[in-house]
C-alpha cells in the first residue's frame, strides 16, 4: 500500500513535467492544427539552458541563495526558450502556412533533427550531470517497513507546475490576447477578417508553448540532474501521447493526460519491468486513438467537405 | 539593396543571440567540477551563415520567380516503347557490370545504396501515392531482418528460403498495426506509426531471450548460389562453394558482387511489381485516395481496404529489404532500427519527390554516396540533413523531381459567381 503512495508521488511529478510539454503541442494544434514535431527539442534546449545559467550563477559568479538561483534560472530560460519558439515557428512553419498537412510535419521532422544534432554539436552528446540544488525530503511510514519518500525537488515541481497553470489558464480567460488565441482556434480565417492579427497570435501561442516546455526542461533537470541532446525526442512524444490522451486542443485535457500518463509510466515500472514503462506510454496512446481519437475532453472534428 | 543588408544584418545578430547559450558557452565536466568556457567562434560562424543566407535569399527569390513565370506545364517524357526498352535494358546492364570494374569499397556501398532504394521505393508506395505518413517504416525493416536472423539461426533455413517468409511476415504485421490505426487522420496516424516503431526497437531491445536484446544477432548465413556458398570452405561437410564449382581461385570480392547483383535483383523485381501495381486498379485507388478521400467514398471505394493494401505492400518491400540488410551484415542489433533511420527514408522519398520512383532511387543513391565523399563532414552530416528537409518543404515540396502524369486542365476563364 506504501509503495502505491510512493508511485502516485511519483507519477505526479512526472505527469506535471509531461503535462506542462503536452500543452505547448495542444495549443499549436488547436490553432493552425500542426503537430509541432520540435517542441521536445525545445524542451530539451530548455534543460541545456538551465544547466548552463545554474552553473553560471553557482559557480562562476558564486550566488549561493537557492530561491534567487531558482528564480534567475526560470526567467533565462523561458526567455531563451521563448525565443527559439518564436524562431522556430517564423522560420520552418509560417511560410508552409497554407500547404496540404503532411509538409508542415515534414518539415518539422527536419527542424527536430536539426536541433538535436545542433546542441550535440554545440554541447557535446555526452550525458551532463549537475549536483542537485535542493536535495532532501520528508519520509513518512514506519523505520522498518517501506517508507514514502517525498522530496523537496518534488513538491517544487509540483508547485511551480500549479503556478503556471493558472497563470496560462487565466491568461487564456481573461485576457484579450487570450480571447484571441480562442478565436483563432475556432475559426482562422474569420477571426483574421474580424481584424485581429492571427500570424501575432499563432506566434505567441508558440512562445507560451515553449515557455511552458522551458519550465518543465529546468525542473527536470534540477530534478533529475541528467540530461543529453537526445532527451526531447522521447519527451516529446510522450506529451504528445499526454496532449492526446487528453483531447488534443483542450488545454485541461493536457494537463489531465499529462497526469495520466506520469501515473501509468510510474505504475508501470513499478509493477511491471522498468524497461516497459515506455511501452506501456505508447501502447496507451495507440489504444486511445483507437477507442477515443478524440481524447477524454476533447471536442469531435466534423470534416467538411 | 542596403535594406536587405540591413536586414540580414539583423537577422543575424538575431541568430547571434539565440546561439550563444548552445554554441558560445560549453559546459565543461571534470569529475564533480562542473564549469563554463566560452568560444565565441562557433557563435559567429553560425551568424555569418545566417546572414549570407538572409542575403541571398532575395536574389534567389528573383530567380526561382523567374523559373516559376517561364516554366511551363510540365509534360511527360514520351519516347516511343521501342527506345524506352532499350535505354531500360542498358541501364540493367550497365549496373550489372559496373561492380566488376571497380573497388570493393565502392560495390559495397552500392549495395547498401540499393537497400536504401527498396526502402525508399516501398515507402514512396505508402507516403507518395497512397500520401499516408508512416514515420515507423523501421518496424517492418526490423520484422524482415530478425525473421531472417531468428529463421536461420534457430531452423537453419537458407535465405532463399526466408525471404517470402519475411515479407509474408512484415506484411502480416503491417496489416495488423495498419487495420485499426488507418481509418486515423493523416497527422494521427504519423504519430501511430511512430510510436509503433519505437514499441518495435523496445522489444526487441528487452526481449532478451528471443532477440538478444542489445548485442543482437551474429553469425547469420549470407545468402549462397543454388547453394554454392561463398566461403573459402564449405560450412557443411561435403558442400561445394562457388569457387571450387567453378574451378576459380578464392577471393573475397566474389561475395561482395554476388550481394551487390542479389540487391539489384531485389530491387527490379520491386520496380517491377509497383510499376505493374500502379497501373492496376488498386494503383489508381491509391492515387485516387490520396488526392480527395470523400470523393473516393463516395465512388464507392473503401478507404480502410485500399490504405490497408497500400500500408501491408509497403511494409512487404520493407521486410524484403530487411532480410537482405540481415544476411549482407552477418549481425543486427536495436541500433539499426531507430527512428532516425525512418527519417532518412522518408527524407529520401521526399527528396526524390513524392510519388517519383526515379526521383526517389537517385535521392537514395545520393544520400548513401554523399556521406561517404563527404567524410570530413560526418559531424554535420544530420545537422544539413535536418536542414534540408526544412528547406525542401519550403522552397520544393514537390521534390526535385516531381512525378508528372498525363493530366487536362480547365482552360481558366473568370468566374461567374
Redesign the interface.
Known sequence: MLEFFQQVINGLTLGSIYALIAIGYTMVYGIIGMINFAHGEIYMISAYIGLITVTALTVQFGVENVPLILLFTLAASILATSAYGWAIERIAYRPLRSSPRLIPLISAIGMSIFLQNYVQIGQGARDLSMQPLISGGWRFGSDAGFQIYLSYMQVLIAVVTVIFMTALTLFIARSRLGRACRACSQDLTMTNLLGIDTNRVISLTFVLGAALAAVAGVLISLHIGKINPFIGFDAGIKAFTAAVLGGIGSIPGAMLGGIILGLSESFASAYLRTEYKDVVAFSLLVLVLLFRPTGLLGKPEIEKV | MPRHFFEAMLVAL?AG???V???G???Q?EG?N???EGDPL?VLLAMAAVFMARLLQVPLKAVSGVMHITRRVPRPIHLPTAYRLILIVLVIVAAAIWPFTVSRGAVDIATLALIYVMLGLGLNVV?GFA?L?D?GYVAFYAVGAYGYALLSTHFGLSFWECLPLCVMMAAITGCLLGF??LR?????L???T???G??IR??L??LDELTGGPDGIGNIPKPSLFGLEFARRSSTEGGTTFHEFFGLEYSGADTVVFLYLVALVMTLLILYVINRLIRMPVGRAWEALREDE?ACRSLGLNPTTIKLSAFGFGASTAGFAGAFFAARQGFINPESFT??ES?IV??IV?LGGMGSQIGVILAAIALTALPEIARQFA??R??I??????L???WR?QGLLPATRPRLELPARAETL
Open positions: 538575431l543571440l539565440l546561439t547559450p548552445i554554441l558557452i560549453q559546459i565536466v564533480i562542473v564549469s563554463l562557433p507516403v500520401g505518413l514515420l485499426p490505426v486515423l487522420r493523416g497527422d494521427y504519423a504519430i501511430v511512430l510510436g509503433f519505437e514499441i523496445l522489444l531491445n528487452n470523400i527512428f532516425i527519417a522518408l527524407a521526399v559531424e554535420y544530420m545537422l540533413f535536418g536542414l534540408v528537409l526544412v525542401m518543404m519550403i515540396p
